[in-house]
């Protein structure tokens, strides 16, 4: 009697035996894996398709542009408002006759010119020297003048050449300035006082001749190298003239030297007065003296 074999059963790793007629059950879920839920009907749900968001910067160019296809239609609808008026018509031209009479006016028709206390240039554009200061008493004339060499006119070249340290410097600066005439006028007194005072007029054009002059003189008069070093004190009916005292100079074998200077501009004359002594000259002397040359201008 042979001996029935019986065949093993089938054994899963994750299970209890199978039988030769078991079925394989469904896969179970893993842990933190979610069950599918009831009715799914062993299908997958589909993902609801993410919402498509608006790209940033989209609402400005909206108003962008509603803001400009404004614009754009405002100047055309004024355009076309502008464009159905009647055109104003523009004056002539040419006049058909002149605005002054051809022929001057009669001299009982003609206005009387300005007095000197409304145009300045009544006063300025005559002799120039004759607003110079007149020579106090008790002064004599210098040598120049006693020898009969100077009229009161001073060319720009000895001008120059008399008062400044670098005449060619001077002579270019003044010219450049667009100089018209210099008048001036000396005098001595005691023993070795003398004072010379000069009226330096300019032309009128693009640039203040006068008033450029003064800024240039008066810029370095604080300055201990060149100037007096200090700032001054103001001229009395002057807007910016001041006069200086300068330090006394000593050398040795030579007497002291004093010097008072004054500065000012009125119109197109710029004033430059100064006075040498060995002995100390007082601010009455020098501001007296600058004083009554404004009075003449």
């Not at 001229?235 to 006394?248: A, D, H, M, N, T």
């Amino acid at each position: 009697m042979c001996a029935q074999v019986r065949e093993p059963a089938l054994q899963v790793s994750w299970g209890a035996l199978l039988e030769p007629n078991d079925t394989i059950p469904a896969a179970q879920p893993g842990v933190g894996e979610p069950a599918d839920p009831p009715g799914a009907g062993g299908h997958a749900e589909q993902p609801a398709p993410p919402v498509r968001r608006r790209p940033r910067g989209r609402t400005t160019l909206i108003i962008a542009v509603a803001a400009l296809l404004g614009i754009v239609g405002g100047v055309a609808v004024g355009y076309g408002v502008q464009a159905e008026r009647e055109p104003t018509p523009l004056a002539a031209l040419s006049q058909p006759g002149l605005g002054y009479p051809a022929k001057p006016l009669s001299a009982d028709r003609a206005p009387a010119p300005l007095p000197a206390a409304q145009d300045r240039r009544v006063k300025t554009d005559r002799d120039l020297r004759k607003l110079l200061i007149d020579r106090p008493r008790g002064t004599r004339k210098t040598l120049i003048d006693e020898l009969g060499l100077g009229d009161g006119w001073e060319p720009l070249d000895q001008y120059v050449e008399r008062y400044y340290e670098d005449p060619h410097y001077m002579f270019e600066s003044l010219a450049g300035l667009d100089l018209r005439r210099v008048a001036s006028v000396a005098w001595e007194q005691g023993q070795h006082r003398e004072t010379e005072v000069w009226l330096l007029q300019f032309r009128s054009g693009d640039q203040h001749g006068a008033s450029e002059q003064f800024d240039d003189q008066i810029m370095y008069m604080p300055w201990d190298k060149d100037g007096a070093g200090n700032t001054g004190d103001a001229i009395k009916g002057s807007r910016e003239g001041r006069y200086f005292l300068y330090p006394v100079e000593r050398k040795a074998g030579y007497l002291p030297s004093y010097r008072a200077r004054a500065l000012a501009v009125r119109g197109d004359i710029a004033l430059d007065i100064s006075i040498f002594d060995t002995s100390p000259i007082s601010k009455k002397d020098i501001r007296t003296l600058a004083e009554r040359q404004l009075e003449r201008l």
